[in-house]
């Protein structure tokens, strides 16, 4: 139709059909498609409420292919002309804290907190619900990648607020309220998380929304990752390959990555490590390069190759300084290059800083069971031997105590046995540090 009406030379029309193409295409996660029906829409002779809902989908369409900056392209704007509360004016809103916490300077960063403080008193009238819950959920997110917990957890408390009154009838609203809970336990519970990203899932078929229903899915594979289940999450996040979501399309090729490596397919990580690297070298996006920059160096590190998995590890540590839930784990990847080239006094300082300072490790949870490894052999390589074996005490501890939190007993089990470096930590209690990793 927008066609039509475009070589009709009804040009008002052709954009109206321009947008309503557009937002199905983004609702199904077909970025490309919606983003050029974007480009010709606004070349259309529209109407501002027309013209500031294309700049939405433009604005949200970059934000879900983790391009920030092009994300905020229309923010201000929108901002300026929407009314406010309406669902455009929820996208510029989100957009704009996506930005200035993910890319901000610190001044930003505490501006945009308190921005996003005053969001809660901004109410959402019933049409604009399930947009301004999917808006609510890239806030928190946004906001928990700088670590900023209680600020994350009260932008989720908002979601919860706001779904609530409708969730038993609105299933897109109930949906981006689950995924906000899969995307905030996932650092700590990754058995809460799978069930938030399963009823997610399912609630996003009932609405045949495909877009949050892949989503829900590719949380649901992370988190079945973690949870020591490789071969279902393989199939999980290959499901979703080809849709982008923000930071976790790199996540997922991160997983998919590990994973392989994972296997002893090394070679095979490798490339997928590079070609990550190489997606998003020099794009202006650091969050993304530091991330696939320190997955290269821990495919590295397994092949061997020490010295240059540390390099690799420090150029992306250096990259991840405003997104610390990524960092952490970056640096435990650091931590074990050191160790590997013998360098133990630094493997411990490192890996003691993380875990003073690093109270979430993300999608990567595994690492927190690694670095304790590695602060224990540090310690026994220095000679240190009881503060060695009671490092490793603290490890299986605290391991044993994030499996306490998983109800179900298979998953308990593949947790504990099918994450190596959780069996490894149960094994070297068993047997003692005589070998590194």
Partial sequence: ??????????????????????????????????????????????????????????????????????????????????????????????????????????????????????????????????????????????????????????????????????????????????????????????????????????????????????????????NLRLLGRPDEAEQALCATLGTDFAPYSVVRTACLTEILAGRGALDEAERQAELLVASVAGKDRPMDEGLARWVRADVLLRQGISERAEAEARSGCALLTNVTLYLWPGLVVLAAAQLAQGHAAEALATARHVIQHGRAFSVFASKAALVRLIEAESLHALGEHAAAAAALDNARRHLLARADQIDDPDLRQSFLEGVPEHARTLALTREGLTSRR
């Fill in 1 to 222: 139709m927008a066609e039509h009406y475009e070589l009709g030379k009804d040009t008002a029309r052709a954009g109206h059909f321009f947008l309503r193409a557009a937002l199905h295409a983004n609702r199904r996660g077909d970025g490309d498609v919606s983003l050029a029906h974007v480009q010709r829409g606004l070349r259309c002779d529209v109407t501002e409420d027309v013209r500031l809902q294309l700049y939405a989908i433009h604005d949200e369409g970059h934000t879900w292919r983790g391009d920030f900056r092009a994300g905020s392209t229309y923010s201000e704007e929108i901002l300026r002309l929407a009314p406010r509360g309406s669902p455009v004016w929820w996208c510029g809103v989100a957009n704009k804290v996506c930005r200035d916490m993910i890319l901000g300077t610190p001044e930003e960063e505490a501006d945009t907190l308190r921005l996003v403080e005053q969001l809660g008193h901004v109410a959402a009238p019933p049409e604009a619900i399930d947009m301004a819950a999917l808006y609510w959920l890239g806030i928190m997110d946004a906001i928990r990648l700088r670590c900023r917990f209680e600020a994350a957890e009260r932008a989720l408390a908002h979601l919860d607020a706001l779904v609530e009154p409708v969730a038993a009838t609105d299933p897109v609203s109930r949906g981006w309220r689950d995924l906000g809970h899969a995307c905030f336990d996932g650092s700590t519970h990754p058995f809460s998380a799978l069930r938030w990203a399963r009823a997610a899932e399912q609630s996003f078929k009932e609405a045949g929304h495909l877009r949050g229903a892949l989503f829900g899915r590719l949380l649901a594979g992370i």
